[in-house]
């Protein structure tokens, strides 16, 4: 395939799936979970194109009644034990040069990407401010595991010391949701965090993740309450300004070079 434009966004969405049968196809407020990945993309203003890589003939219709391309995934590549990595490196193969400038990342089982936030990433990977970021929601949870002799073990705090909320430094979890990173570092580096990685942080309440049917039905109660921007354009109703979007990463004067610490 030939691609149109400098940045390309990629929602790999494979036929299999043990959590949820037929995953990617299941729906959310009437729209599937792969529709919805394609629909926030095409509504972002800074991505060119989009793309969905599947092993599955009713993915890829889907998918092409959304908007995107296709490009079709072999059976070596959509195993459970295939990583991303794999897929996203199998699309740029597809791809006839010259290739995007930027890649962007989507997984299909975040049904709620605001599209003024993958905007605001992909400007801080193009304006050089960093050379990957991804999204992450605030947590303010006290995590622990369990030791081989099955005692607890506190991993972010010292057990001892209960700080309040207030007092405590932020932390970030990784929603999943999308990766903004420059094409010559992930190719370079085969992983999608390389060089100058940075933050972005989205609306917790929307950040969830699918992988069981309880997490859909979650989904589906959630989709009524917040405020999807996709669902205002499948209505024909005017997108509201996103305020979700906080950036808690300094801003560079000079771009980062790939590779950059």
Known sequence: MRTTGS??????????SKGISGKNLRTVAGRSLVRRAVESARRATRIDEVVVTTDGDAIAAEAVAAGAAVVRRPAELAGDEASSESALLHVLDAISTPLPEVL???????PFIDPADLDAAVARVVDGHADAVFAVAPSHAFLWRTAPDGTAVAVNHDAAIRPRRQDREPEYR????????RTAGFLENR???????????VDGAG???IDDEADLALAEALAGALTDVTANEHAGAAAPTSTTTRDPSPTRATPA????P
């Open 174 to 181: 990784e929603t999943g949701a999308f990766y903004v990173m």
């Open 7 to 16: 940045v390309l966004a990629v929602v790999p969405a494979r036929a299999g």
């Open 191 to 201: 992983h999608r965090f390389h060089g100058r990685v940075e933050l972005a942080v």
């Open 104 to 110: 962007v990342f989507l997984q299909a089982t975040s």
């Open 207 to 209: 950040a969830i993740d």
């Open 257 to 260: 070079p790939n590779g950059a």
